[in-house]
């Protein structure tokens, strides 16, 4: 089964995002998968982001964006998260500004474990508690925490809509 905390490390969470754009957003956050030698080319991946953002906003309502993507210069699935405090336009779906920012980067050739994070990173984000917790979370070591208690708390598979071969949001 696949832990989220098993696709997250400590260095790829901040908690103070600066950039004020979901573009700035997408850089900020790759640079992260970069300086951990996740992602060997920072421009390659951050279009592949945003091409992706193009097609449909990955932000998905109440604050929360989930943008995500898959190239030949990353090296290995992984999980980054990012706090904005000002809130930055995502386009979301209903409009408002998104705070919690998971990004999702993958090996082109990760498919299903791919699409399993995404759908992990959904249904985190579908629990009050820990959707308030992250809200909260002042720290990375406080993130870390919270991943680690929803890992134990969930323990079935978790299926995912896809449409085309991407995630689908909209209910």
Do not use: W
Not at 17 to 34: A, R, T
Not at 59 to 70: D, F, N, S, V
Not at 93 to 104: A, H, N, Q, S, T
């Amino acid at each position: 089964m696949l832990l989220l905390g098993k696709l997250i490390d400590e260095d790829l969470i901040t908690c103070s995002l600066s950039s004020k754009d979901k573009g700035g957003v997408i850089e900020e956050m790759v640079e992260l998968f970069v300086k951990k030698g996740i992602v060997r080319d920072k421009d390659d991946f951050c279009t592949t982001v945003k091409k992706r953002e193009e097609v449909e906003s990955t932000a998905i309502g109440e604050g929360i964006a989930i943008p995500h993507g898959r190239a030949k210069t990353v090296n290995s699935l992984k999980v980054a998260f990012g706090k904005s405090k000002q809130g930055v336009d995502f386009a979301s779906l209903d409009k408002k500004p998104v705070y919690l920012i998971f990004m999702i980067a993958a090996p082109i050739d990760v498919r299903k474990e791919y699409l399993q994070s995404v759908a992990k990173i959904a249904r985190l984000l579908k629990s009050k508690v820990m959707k308030e917790a992250l809200f909260k979370a002042e720290t990375p070591k406080d993130v870390m925490r919270l991943i680690a208690d929803f890992d134990n708390m969930v323990i079935e598979e978790i299926k995912v809509k896809t449409k085309e071969g991407r995630v689908v949001y909209r209910k």
